[in-house]
């Protein structure tokens, strides 16, 4: 055989002399191994504990460590406090009212790779004035779908309680928990109180009268389930319609004579 | 032309530089490589193709066919659904682009210094990481084509006509699978392909004893590119059997596919946000966030979709060496280089639809390799000095950028005096120093933005510190698209 053409190198005429090489290539070879599965451990160890816990409480832990802001509004400009009742009050400080121009708020990103239902639980107050322009609506969405919660004025002092079931699509397993606030200057340009906002993992479906999303369905009856794979393989499967492959059945027997003819020619 | 002959021994060198580059490449894709939590840009598509493979659904459409979506779904398969799952076959492409690109540099310019310097570019290089550690379709698609390249120079430097059609069998593979993965990027590649080869044969015919006749020549010609269209073309269908399979009645409809893909790309409109014309790639002018989230402690987490300022301004003249040296002293690999580097940005031009910086990908391959050349002739007193001054001359907007004008002033001035008094006392070791504070500052350069291109938290100063370019047009790094 030629030296050349193995690897592309003449390292194994060497290599045959010089077990050296070989032997250090494995190690490095072993190594991106023992690197890849500790950081697959590593990760999948985090999936796991969140996944034995089946609660994501969103008001837990260090809340600046998990809410971010976007839009207009900069860290500096929200403020989360703690009530003793265990609610979180938001805050929202500007000087410009040009924040509330674009789409500004507070959000939580959520994962929720173990597919299965998830309910989603919590109550939100916001201060309101529809004739100043302040108010603040809660969104979670998740693929391209939304639901929005909006804050109302007429319900001083009572706030809204949200409670409904989700299943994520397979392609997008996120949820993403937002406070859109719009408003307009001071130290309470906008306010809002969230309290008990939990997912809790459910075993099984969600109760039939209980509002609920079904956007792995969704996605399912969007895409169109054409074929299964379970249902037949590629060349019996019960689906296969002999009639469809012929064209390219033709196609990859000429292309197949182009190689062999090109083959000869150059050889 | 001096494309033929082997590259140098096997060398205990070369066990530890390609063993050194393995491991940190892994280290650096696979560090985190869960992190962001959430579908990053264009990987909600992705995936989405990626499920429906899976499930045995109608894939959506995608303009690009599914070589590496079928890639995803096999992580996914393996790793289950989570991001580590997503993510996990485009790190190992990445990681292996870096030992393949060692080889590909050793044969292209006969130096395991070259090919240490390449692998050490690719490895500091920020586009290239982020492309290894998202569920996209670039760095598949790089990586198939730099093993393409690394067999086509195989077969090139291949004196034995004997073993020269399996080479090429096993290029028109890796082809194929490029073709199947990227549309329009892997036509140029094919057609470099096809170029070279030709040239090669023809060249080859002509320089051996004794001299092959033309009919010959013709005939091995006629024969490598029909080897290489047909096992393309043979390759680009295989992958497109999940198609068929789920929804497509006949090869009427493979056609249909086509078309439309090419419609609603002559559909698209010119501008774009965070869209930027292809001339302004080779500049950084306009690097984007993949994503982006300010969080309530102060600090942003951010995946910037951007490479190392150093290496890209560069690479314009490590092209321009390159050129020069093909040209006078008629050499493949450095034609290579530059024509490669020239066909990738060139083929932008007729098109009039929204581009975005990481199509700028496979010409960045070509101007790092030719780079890595550049400087190892630099290290081995190869260089003239009208080049050690051009490789020099990107490090002075990066010093001034970074650490302002009079830092970086005195910086630069240091350098240049420290380079002077070598030129006049110590000839030879200019060309060193080149080489050594180019590397230096890439690497400095790489720690710097590294938080940028992983996600990794930093303060809302050290952020601002980063964004160079933040002007009110094209020339600014921290647009980000806010609305939602």
């Known amino acids: ?267 | 032309m001096d494309a033929k002959g082997y590259s140098p021994p096997w060398s205990r060198f070369d066990s530890v530089a390609i063993s050194a580059s393995i491991v940190v490449a892994t280290a650096l894709r696979f560090w985190h490589l869960g992190s962001p939590s959430e579908p990053v840009y264009d990987e909600t598509k992705v995936l989405r193709q990626a499920q429906s493979f899976l499930r045995g659904w109608r894939p959506p459409y995608s303009s690009h066919p599914p070589g590496a979506k079928l890639m995803v779904a096999l992580s996914v398969f393996l790793f289950g659904n989570c991001p580590w799952g997503w993510r996990a076959a485009n790190a190992v492409m990445g990681t292996a682009l870096v030992p393949i690109t060692y080889l590909l540099a050793r044969r292209l310019f006969h130096s395991k210094l070259a090919a240490s310097i390449a692998a050490a570019l690719l490895l500091c290089d920020g586009m290239l990481l982020v492309a290894s550690r998202l569920a996209m379709i670039n760095i598949v698609y790089i990586t198939l084509a730099a093993w393409a390249y690394l067999m086509l120079w195989c077969f090139v430097q291949n004196p034995a006509a004997r073993t020269q059609p399996v080479q090429l069998a096993a290029m028109s593979i890796l082809l194929g699978l490029f073709a199947a993965t990227k549309a329009a990027i892997s036509e140029v590649g094919v057609s470099l392909a096809l170029l070279t080869v030709t040239l090669t044969l023809i060249v080859d015919g002509h320089t051996r004893v004794p001299v092959q006749p033309p009919k010959l020549i013709a005939r091995r010609v006629i024969g490598a590119c029909g080897l290489i269209v047909a096992v393309v073309l043979l390759v680009y269908l295989a992958v497109f059997v999940t198609y068929y399979w789920s929804v497509w009645r006949g090869i009427g409809d493979f056609v249909a596919y086509h078309r439309r893909v090419l419609n609603r790309n002559l559909n698209l409109p010119t501008s774009f946000p965070d869209a930027s014309p292809f001339w302004s790639w080779p500049l950084m002018l306009h690097q984007y966030a993949y994503w982006k989230k300010d969080l309530l402690n102060g600090a942003a987490e951010v995946i910037m979709c951007g490479g190392n300022p150093l290496l890209w301004w560069a690479v314009l003249p490590a092209i321009l060496i390159a050129s020069i040296r093909g040209c006078t002293q008629k050499s493949m690999s450095w034609i290579f280089l530059a024509a490669g580097y020239m066909a990738y940005l060139a083929m932008w031009i007729p098109l009039r639809r929204y581009l975005f910086i990481y199509s700028y990908m496979p010409a960045l391959y070509f101007g790092l390799l030719a780079l890595a050349g550049a400087l190892d002739k630099c290290w081995n007193g190869g260089a003239r000095r009208w080049e050690h001054l051009v490789l020099l001359a990107p490090l002075l907007p990066c010093l001034i950028l970074g650490l302002g004008v009079v830092w970086g002033g005195f910086t630069a001035c240091s350098i240049s005096i420290v380079y002077l008094l070598l030129m006049r006392r110590a000839e030879g070791y200019d060309g060193r120093f080149v080489c050594l504070i180019f590397m230096s500052a890439a690497v400095l350069l790489f720690a710097y933005f590294f938080p940028l291109w992983i996600g990794m938290p930093l303060s809302q100063s050290g952020y601002t510190a980063r964004m160079w370019l933040h002007g009110q047009g094209l020339a600014s790094w921290i647009e980000y698209d806010t609305v939602r």
């Open chain 1, 1 to 267: 055989m030629d030296r050349d053409w193995r690897v592309g190198l003449n390292m194994t005429q060497c290599g045959s002399r010089n077990p050296f090489a070989h032997a250090l290539i494995a190690a490095a070879v072993a190594t991106a191994a023992i690197i890849c599965g500790l950081s697959y451990l590593a990760d999948r160890s985090c999936c796991e504990k969140a996944a034995s816990s089946s609660e994501i409480d969103l008001l837990a832990g260090n809340l600046t460590d998990h809410w971010s802001v976007y839009g207009a509004l900069s860290a500096t400009q929200v403020s989360f406090n703690r009530i003793d009742d265990g609610s979180v009050e938001v805050r929202i400080r500007a000087d410009d009212p040009s924040w509330s121009t674009a789409n500004s708020g507070v959000s939580y990103t959520a994962g929720l790779f173990v597919p299965g239902w998830y309910e989603f639980t919590g109550e939100f107050k916001a201060d309101v004035n529809d004739s100043q322009g302040i108010g603040a609506q809660l969104e979670v969405h998740s693929s391209r779908w939304r639901l929005i919660t909006k804050a109302h004025s007429r319900r001083k002092g009572r706030g809204e309680k949200i409670n409904f079931y989700l299943r994520p699509s397979y392609s997008d397993p996120v949820a993403e928990i937002s406070c859109r606030f719009w408003g307009g200057t001071g130290d309470s340009a906008g306010k809002a109180v969230f309290r008990n906002m939990r997912i809790v993992r459910i075993a099984g479906s969600p109760p039939p009268k209980a509002p609920h999303f079904d956007l792995a369905e969704q996605e399912e009856a969007r895409l169109g389930k054409s074929w299964h794979p379970r249902e037949g393989n590629i060349l019996l499967g019960r689906r296969t319609r002999p009639g469809r492959f012929r064209g390219a059945a033709v196609t990859v027997l000429l292309l197949g004579m182009i190689v062999g003819i090109s083959w000869r020619l150059l050889a």
